[in-house]
């Protein structure tokens, strides 16, 4: 989870916000070698006494200076289109999770079970054992090494379901039905938050996904 002194992304815990993390290292690396050269060009313009014509007005710099930027935003389109395609992509889901969004909580459902829903509201419980604004009562219980499906609305205004550890961001619509899917490659608690601007206690609609084992993920089904 994110704390206050980091200053780059949640340690990731799915397949797909490692390669949302690639993408960004791979895209501020090329941005930092054109922040640098510009700055070198800009600081010899101001220093350098010389006039060189060519320099102000040559059809070669011209062709140059148009062309080096087309290239630069190849090598970053080509793996973003990629990288959005994968993100789309719901490949043959183990479970479905049917997500609700309500002012101010968020309401599950495990469609592939009976009689499996339950509310999840913030824990208002204040001890050192818990996160503030983060915790909640009945916690989203998964199986880890799995294809997890995901079928996002809201009922009454617009929400967004949000964990950042996996690379998940999904708006919740009233009328509508969004879809997404994630992966998770290691036992853990993922926190997320309402990442809409939904209304008074827009900040106390938090998520919490524990991630099992198979075998207790079965435990905890036949038990509910």
Known sequence: ?????????????????????????????????????????????????????????????ELIWTILPGIFLIF?????????????????????LKIIGHQWYWSYEYSDFKNIEF???????????????????????????????TLISSSDVIHAWTVPSLGIKADALPGRLNQTSFFINRPGIFYGQCSEICGANHSFMPISIESINLNNFIKWINNN
């Open 76 to 96: 970053i389109s080509i793996p973003s289109i990629h990288l959005l395609y994968l993100l789309d992509e719901s490949n043959h889901p183990s479970i479905t």
């Open 119 to 149: 509310d999840s509201y913030m824990n208002n419980e204040q001890s050192l054992n818990n996160f503030r604004l983060l915790e909640v009562d009945n916690r989203i219980i998964l199986p880890m090494k799995f294809q997890i499906r």
């Open 1 to 61: 989870m994110a704390t206050w002194s980091n200053l780059m992304f949640q340690n990731s815990s799915s397949p797909l916000m490692e390669q949302l993390i690639f993408f960004y290292d791979n895209s501020m690396l090329i941005l930092t070698m054109i922040t640098i050269f510009l700055m070198y060009i800009m600081m010899t313009l101001f220093i350098n006494k010389f006039i060189n014509l060519s320099m102000i007005e040559h059809q070669n710099i």
